[in-house]
């Protein structure tokens, strides 16, 4: 029997063998980043919302949106902290113009969200759905973890979990683990070492976990 491989919820690098990858687009870098049989998410960053060409990129978004290789919209979403992008307002709006893209597509939203847990959970009250929002980078405690996941989100971890320190670290031993994803963002940790670390501290197997993991991976995904 072949054994299941890593999945890796949201990765900026190229997909490696031993991993099923969801790897993030920007919309500019569609198509020419595609190779046959990946799996992509796409979508208009925060950072990149300038006002002048937020609609181009809106559009194209909107366009590549039912590609079967598309299966999320992302990663998009709200960040407090990053200096000289567009003011809050603004990124809300682009941001609530991507939920409709994906609701009208079907698919699920991966969502960076930086000192805006707030006012992301007040959103996806305005927009209920039964796509889910998966949240990348997950790295708030464990009250913002349950309000989430009572709202139809997932949480995905990266490698924050290797900080004794972090929040991520502490929350996610303490919550429901059909309702987490990991992955490997922009770093170059390989999906092992992470599923290592995360079976160590949740006190599983690493073989139980992958199972577990890529179970969730084609349920929330829709594979």
Known sequence: MESIKFTNAHTH??????????????????????IESGLYSIGLHPWHADGETDEELLAKVEQVARNEQVVAIGEVG????????ANFQHQIEVFERQIEIAQNAKKPLVIHCVKAYSELISIRKKFPSNEVWVIHG????????????????????????????????????KIDINKILLETDETDFLPYDLYRYVAELLNININ???????????????L
Not at 13 to 34: I, K, M
């Open 138 to 173: 997950f790295a708030a405690n464990q009250t913002i973890a349950n309000n989430l996941i009572g709202l139809n989100c997932v949480l995905s971890f990266g490698i924050s979990v290797f900080n004794r320190n972090a929040k991520a670290h502490s929350t996610l031993p």
């Open 13 to 34: 690098q190229a997909s490696s063998r031993d991993a099923v990858s969801v790897v993030n687009l920007f919309p500019d870098e569609y198509p020419y980043r595609l």
């Open 78 to 85: 709200l960040d407090r902290a990053k200096k000289g992008i």
């Open 208 to 222: 139980e976990l992958k199972e577990i993991i890529h179970s969730n991976f084609e349920k929330f995904f829709k």
